[in-house]
Every structure is written in structure tokens, then in C-alpha cells.
């Protein structure tokens, strides 16, 4: 299984700072999503990015996937409240058992 | 459509009982997944599915959890005997190619505690 790792795990900030959260690998993947999980649901995802250094908008939320395509970053402009919750990248391969998701980040947003 | 329904939502267990946990896909989708997710040890892949066959299962703790789908719209972990460590929520998703590499939909869970 490839690893991911993402960083920080915990963030808390009050409404309307901007943040970045990162998604590294040592592997290269053939694709990379991003999902968010609240509080008692399953994650829903939010975003997938295929080609390197591609770059997705999703209102607020700027998701950029690494050159090599082994590292991601989602960056909130403004958060608010309703960005609350833990943020799973997951890496997509093209072999061996390429199916894997972070360790998460915890994010809280004071209003 | 309803998405993936699991049930039950909550269950709460003794140590050593069979404990059952039911997942239905979306209809049409051709792989189905079990995670269990615990704070410790993050959202951990347990064994997934492509067209009702298991083909990675790896991620099962040991042998006292075991899957079945007997078909594409019903599939089933079970765990006997219980212990307390496998207390955790557990999510079954689905994914329309077979192989997984597209969108996961994730059903609510099943909170498991067992006591």
C-alpha cells in the first residue's frame, strides 16, 4: 500500500484566515482526490486532479496536484464554519495496491 | 437515487458476540468497499470488491472478520468472535468502474462498540 501523508493533522482558525493543507507522497499517482468527511457522515468527494501541476477551483477552495504527481495541496481563501471537518486526500496509482487515503486533517473553523 | 445504505447505524456488542455489518451499493456500480475508521489509525481499507469478487484483502485485521457479496446489490462484514479493539466506525462505499480508481461514495457508517 502506498503512503500518504498529510500535514497538519489538527488545525483550528477563526473565520476568514486563509490556510493550506498538503497531501506528500513518495510514490507517484495517476490521480489524486480530495474528499471531506463531517462530523457522523462518510466522506463526499470534493475534487480530482489528474495531470501535474494542474490546478482545480472549487469556489473558496484551490486544490494544486504536484509536477511529479506525487504530492497535493488544498488551499481555503476565507474559511468559514461550514469548511469544518476532516479533509482526506487519496492516491490513485497505475500499479501494485494503489488504493489509499491519508491520515486526514482535522480542520476547525471558529465563527 | 439513495445511495449506500448500511445498517445497522449504531450497534453496541458484548465481547466475544457475532457482530453483522450490511452494506447495499448504488445499483450499478461495480466495486464496492469496506473501511473501518478510528482516530488512531485513520480511514483503513479492509478489502474491496470488483464484481462481487473480493480481490484485495489484505487490509483484514485477522481472521476473526470475514466479507461475502453474494451478489451486486448486498454484501456483508462479519466479525466473530467481537473484542473491544474492534470497536470503530465502519463505512462501505461504492465506485461505478470496477478497480475503484473513480469517485467513492461512502454510505454513513455503522458505529460499532463493543463492550
Known amino acids: 500500500t502506498q503512503l500518504l501523508e498529510q500535514s497538519p493533522q489538527f488545525l483550528s482558525i477563526q473565520e476568514g484566515e486563509n490556510l493550506t493543507v498538503y497531501c506528500n507522497s513518495s510514490?507517484?499517482?495517476?490521480?489524486l482526490q480530495w474528499y471531506r468527511q463531517e462530523p457522523g457522515e462518510g466522506p463526499v468527494l470534493l475534487v480530482t486532479?489528474?495531470?501535474?501541476?494542474e490546478v482545480k477551483k472549487l469556489k473558496r477552495l484551490t486544490f494544486q496536484f504536484g509536477d511529479a504527481r506525487k504530492d497535493s495541496s488544498l488551499h481555503i481563501t476565507a474559511a468559514q464554519p461550514g469548511d469544518t471537518g476532516l479533509y482526506l486526500c487519496?492516491?490513485?496509482?497505475?500499479?501494485?495496491?494503489?488504493?489509499?487515503f491519508g491520515g486526514g486533517t482535522r480542520l476547525m473553523v471558529k465563527p | 437515487d439513495a445511495g449506500v445504505i448500511q445498517s445497522p447505524r449504531h450497534e453496541v456488542t458484548e465481547m466475544g458476540q457475532e457482530v453483522t455489518l450490511r452494506c447495499k451499493p448504488i445499483?450499478?456500480?461495480?466495486?464496492l468497499f469496506w473501511y473501518r475508521q478510528t482516530m488512531m489509525r485513520g480511514l483503513e481499507l479492509l478489502i474491496y470488491?470488483?464484481?462481487?469478487?473480493?480481490?484485495?484483502d489484505s487490509g483484514m485485521p485477522e481472521d476473526r472478520f470475514s466479507a461475502k457479496m453474494p451478489n451486486a446489490s448486498f454484501s456483508t462484514l462479519k466479525i466473530q468472535p467481537s473484542e473491544p479493539r474492534d470497536s470503530a466506525v465502519y463505512f462501505c462505499?461504492?465506485?461505478?468502474?470496477?478497480?475503484?480508481?473513480?469517485?467513492?461514495?461512502f454510505g454513513p457508517g455503522t458505529r460499532l462498540t463493543v463492550l
Open positions: 462505499a461504492s465506485s461505478l468502474t470496477a478497480g475503484g480508481r473513480d469517485t467513492q461514495y
Open positions: 510514490s507517484v499517482f495517476s490521480s
Open positions: 486532479v489528474v495531470t501535474g501541476g
Open positions: 487519496r492516491g490513485v496509482a497505475n500499479a501494485g495496491n494503489m488504493l489509499t
Open positions: 445499483s450499478g456500480h461495480n466495486s
Open positions: 470488491f470488483n464484481n462481487n469478487v473480493p480481490i484485495d
